[in-house]
């Protein structure tokens, strides 16, 4: 039986990796994944052994469109996380993201528990990480030439954090001159930059500056899962300031942009861009989901990690097992055959909530565009043909 892993909750440095563990940390909105029907084909005219779930991303194929997102590294048992979520990302062949390497490009000899990654994951894409605060006081070009190349990355994701930054002990509230930055590194780089939320979610107008400037890859990270506003007050509580969950009050459940709507938001302001689905993604159905709205894979945080240090690796394996075969049958009762299919196909209804939310994002930006050929064009618009007029 495989033991899990050992974590020494004494560690100041591995706050964050325990209290994800242990507490609460997801908002209570959810991320309107629910709003979404996929319609069920009751007669899907394929065999189920024919769906295909590979995907092609970054210039690599994958075998279902699901990415271990960033979580961590910088410290010895960060490492062994990172180590067992690499072995297990290239044998599935799926793409796996690091945590921040500030730590490392700040104390050179961490660099190893990043390292760890891409030796343990030599042929899936590996996605360096750094935080956008860094970039609007000192770090540069050669920082982040730094953190693609100690992990021979296939991109970099700079992380939006401004909601946990707010509300963070020590919080780095610099956001000033950050989307200039962020053009340079694209310009600059020799992968490209994903623009990643963590947590509460991409909007339109973030997308469509950031696409205007050259950006194709975004990790809409949305309202519904993991928030780092309630991560950082219970770490606050912890540490005895006692006003931090009155501080926090409502912003750690509410505040955001659900993963349903970033998605819909990020695809019509970026049309063709690559857009990964997270923010409370947590089972199969999300992720077809998510696809359905125009989503080109998924990625998934607070699940696996817990999964991993409760169960380990064969535990994780085996969670991973169920996803991949929820995607397949999320496929074939669609009617598709394929990923592409999927997310191409007319057959998607939205209710409630985020129909509302589409409607209004519509009246905004396309006043003239009929909702029902609109969903379609929108999640389809680098696959289809589009009539004249309509693009954005
Ligand atoms: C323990 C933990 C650490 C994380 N660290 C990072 C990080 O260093 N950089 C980053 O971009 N995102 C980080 N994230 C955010 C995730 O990549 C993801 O965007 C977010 O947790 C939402 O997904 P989830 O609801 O599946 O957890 C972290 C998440 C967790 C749970």
Redo the contacts with the bound molecule.
């Keep these: 039986m495989e033991q899990p892993i050992k974590i020494d909750l004494k560690d100041r440095k591995l706050d964050?990796?325990k209290i994800?563990n242990e507490r609460n940390v997801?908002a209570s909105a959810t991320t309107l994944l629910e709003n979404v029907m996929i319609e069920h084909m009751a007669l899907p005219e394929n065999d189920l052994d024919d769906i295909d779930t590979r995907v092609y991303f970054l210039n690599k194929k994958i075998n279902a469109p699901l990415m271990i997102?960033?979580?961590?590294g910088g410290h010895p048992t960060a490492a062994k996380i990172n180590e067992e979520l690499a072995k297990i990302a290239e044998k599935y062949t799926i793409p796996i993201?690091v945590?921040?390497q500030r730590a490392a490009i700040e104390h050179p000899r961490l660099a190893w528990t990043f390292k760890v990654v891409r030796e343990n994951a030599p042929s899936v894409p590996v996605i360096a990480?750094l935080?956008a605060p860094q970039f609007s006081r000192g770090y540069s070009v050669k920082e982040a030439e730094e953190a693609v190349q100690m992990i021979e990355a296939d991109a970099l994701?700079v992380?939006l954090n401004p909601l946990q930054e707010a509300f963070q002990l020590e919080g780095d509230n610099w956001y000033k001159d950050v989307l200039v930055k962020i053009k340079e590194l694209n310009d600059s780089l020799p992968v490209p930059v994903i623009l990643?939320?963590?947590?509460t979610g991409i909007s339109y107008t973030v997308a469509r500056t950031s696409y205007n400037l050259g950006i194709k890859y975004f990790?809409v990270?949305g309202l519904g899962?993991?928030n780092w506003g309630k991560v950082e007050a219970i770490r606050a509580t912890l540490k005895g300031i006692k006003e931090a969950p009155m501080r926090i009050n409502g912003f750690g459940d509410f505040w955001g942009i659900p993963t349903a709507f970033s998605i819909l938001s990020t695809r019509i302001a970026a049309p063709d861009s690559t857009i990964i689905a997270?923010?409370?993604?947590r089972n199969g159905l999300d992720i077809a989901r998510s696809i359905a709205l125009g989503a080109d894979l998924a990625?998934?945080?607070?699940?696996i990690?817990r999964i991993l240090l409760h169960r380990g690796r064969s535990g994780l394996e085996s969670f991973l097992e169920q996803l991949f075969y929820q995607i397949k049958v999320a496929v074939y009762l669609s009617g598709s055959r394929n990923i592409d299919q999927l997310k191409c196909s007319p057959n998607i209804l939205l209710s409630g909530e985020l129909l509302g939310l589409l409607k209004q994002l519509l009246h905004q930006v396309k006043p003239d565009a009929d909702i029902i050929t609109s969903l379609t064009l929108i999640k389809c618009v680098n696959k289809l043909e589009v009539p004249n007029g309509w693009r954005l």
């Design positions: 964050h990796i994800c997801e997102a960033a979580m961590t993201g945590g921040s990480n935080g994701a992380h990643k939320e963590t947590g990790d990270s899962g993991t997270s923010g409370g993604i990625a998934m945080a607070l699940p990690l």
